[in-house]
């Protein structure tokens, strides 16, 4: 009994562990970006990069591969050896993170499995955690390397599925830890509560808003306007649709218009969060499911005004970090609370019947 239940807290540690190195990561990506750090390595030696260049020779001769790039040739043409190795340093740490995560990743994952601590229905679910870190850092390559050929930025969308593919290994880790934490949700006669659907419509709207997140940072969409609630003097400013050709050329890559509906749609994730919250106020829910439906309007709010204050101030590094950290504990919340809500029974949702009185739980 014992041994069992130190296999529980080991694969549950290590799986908040791995949450926590999905998230150090991503606010980590952000600062090499706002940096203008990531084209800096201009190579993908997975073995031999973990060893950075020794003496001023080395030095020289990284700090001449990155002058053959779009990056060196039209941004930083005056930069000088020093400035190089402090942007080469950002993304060095970076890669050599990420590469310490996927040994944690790895390593334990094949000791939990070959002791069979992973119950065998959910293997496979572990296993694809582990193929998904191996493939983030290919797709990691692949979105620098889109920054080395022409242009002196990495492409947005292959930025947005490197963001993309970091939230769902984050969702799928945390709610395997959500599981072995409170067990996973049984279902209820009935189906699910409403709430329950209303939280997935929240996740789905959080998810689009991360997305058009990534899009805003990789055409540094950011920059584009420095005012609040009024772009260039207009609330809807004219041409949106029509400001990279059609329509949805536009939505996808033009800043101006991306631009927007990121500014914009934050205020359809707080829409979608007051409802999850007063449906959980409503009724008779656990205490655990109203307070983390208030935790997620409360985060959700101070996440739109990071978000202003980003725009308002030509977005400083401290707090457009600050900002997407707080997307990151709002995707969580509400993955946190949906899983909670699957555990609630319908009835919590039913009035008692005409003429008879309320019971405890239902006045409650």
Known sequence: MQASTRSERAVTTWLLVVCGLIIFLIAFGGFVRLTRSGLSIVEWNPISGVVPPIGHAAWEAEFAKYQLTPEYLKVNTSMTLPEYQEIFLIEYIHRLIARFAGLLVAIPLIYFLIKGWIPKRQRWLY??????????????????????????????????????????????TFRLALDRIYGRPEKQPGGRPAAYWLSLVVIGVVVVQISYGGLVAGLKAGYVSNTWPLMFGYLVPPGMLTAAGGWLSSLLTAPTTVHFIHRWLAFGVLLAALAVYFAARRHDYARQVKRSSLLLAALVVVQISLGISVVLLGVPIAIALAHQFTALLVFMTALYLNHRLAAEPVNVEQPAASGQPLTAKQAG
């Not at 870190?133 to 599925?161: C, E, I, K, N």
């Open 127 to 172: 296993i694809l955690v582990g193929i998904l870190f191996a493939f983030q850092g290919v797709l990691g390559w692949y979105m620098v390397s889109s920054g080395l050929v022409d242009t002196p930025a990495v492409s947005h969308f292959r930025l947005t599925a490197h963001l993309l593919l970091a939230l769902t290994l984050l969702a799928i």
